[in-house]
């Protein structure tokens, strides 16, 4: 059991912290006006990422089978967010360091292909070329607060949606399968949230060609609110854990 806490925390952190850390990618193609080249590394990452689901769900869904108890998989879920949530605040701290690591594999990738180009960033130390530095960070009294909301709506349901499945599958284990297939519900949910308004409106900005900081504005914004995203999933968790123990 100790084995596949460990897998879950790993897979689940690792995999939100890429996710995460894919945004720099759209930074970095602002910053050297390679934009669609920042969009298709974002998302190849992205999907890159999405390596961990795979081992993630089925050690929770082992552990379900094995009839796990409530309490034990609330202290998990709320660990599992807690840690995402500070790995979140780390990356947009470090936002600049990632966003070069970008251009360098921007870089990388003009005479090698990606996975080549990766591993080439993540072995070299030093780089001959003079990178672009992100001149700006915005404070947080200039963040939109409906752009903060809109992301941590529709982060919450991406980042915890099968948390909040495999909670229902323990509590109504007769209909288990059932329970866990509400997965592509919850998920969909924030997938709109994510398609209709945050993704248009992040790549609007960034294609508008002036000397304004909104672009980056936007970004922050949408990571701030995938880090508030966490810390709701946590305060949810964490009620549901103390009322399980009441009752």
């Known amino acids: 059991m100790i084995f596949l806490i460990f897998t879950v925390l790993t897979c689940y952190v690792l995999m939100q912290s890429i996710e995460t850390i894919s945004f720099s990618s759209r930074i970095a193609g602002k910053l050297t006006g390679r934009l669609a080249l920042g969009t298709t590394i974002q998302t190849s990452v992205y999907t890159m990422s999405r390596v961990f689901l795979p081992p993630l769900l089925l ?95 529709s982060y919450f349901f991406l980042s915890a949606g099968f948390l909040i499945a495999f909670s229902l599958a323990i509590l109504i284990p007769e209909y288990r399968m059932t329970m866990s297939q509400t997965i592509t519900a919850f998920h969909g949910i924030g997938a709109v949230f994510l398609a209709i308004y945050i993704d248009p409106m992040m790549s609007k900005s960034l294609d508008i060609k002036t000397q304004n900081k909104q672009w980056l504005t936007n970004i922050y914004s949408i990571l701030l609110g995938r880090s508030l995203a966490y810390m709701c999933s946590f305060v949810v968790f964490l009620s549901l854990y103390l009322y399980a123990r009441l009752t």
């Open 59 to 153: 050690a929770f869904s082992y552990m379900i089978e094995t009839d796990l108890s409530l309490q034990i998989f609330l202290l998990v879920a709320i660990s599992l967010v807690f840690l995402s949530f500070f790995a979140s605040i780390f990356i947009i701290l470090k936002l600049n360091f990632f966003q070069v690591l970008f251009q360098r594999l921007f870089l990388l990738y003009d005479s090698s292909r990606l996975p080549t180009a990766i591993f080439k960033v993540i072995t070299r130390k030093q780089f001959a070329v003079d990178l672009v530095q992100m001149s700006y960070t915005p404070k947080l009294r200039d963040l939109s607060y409906k752009k903060i909301f809109a992301s941590t709506v």
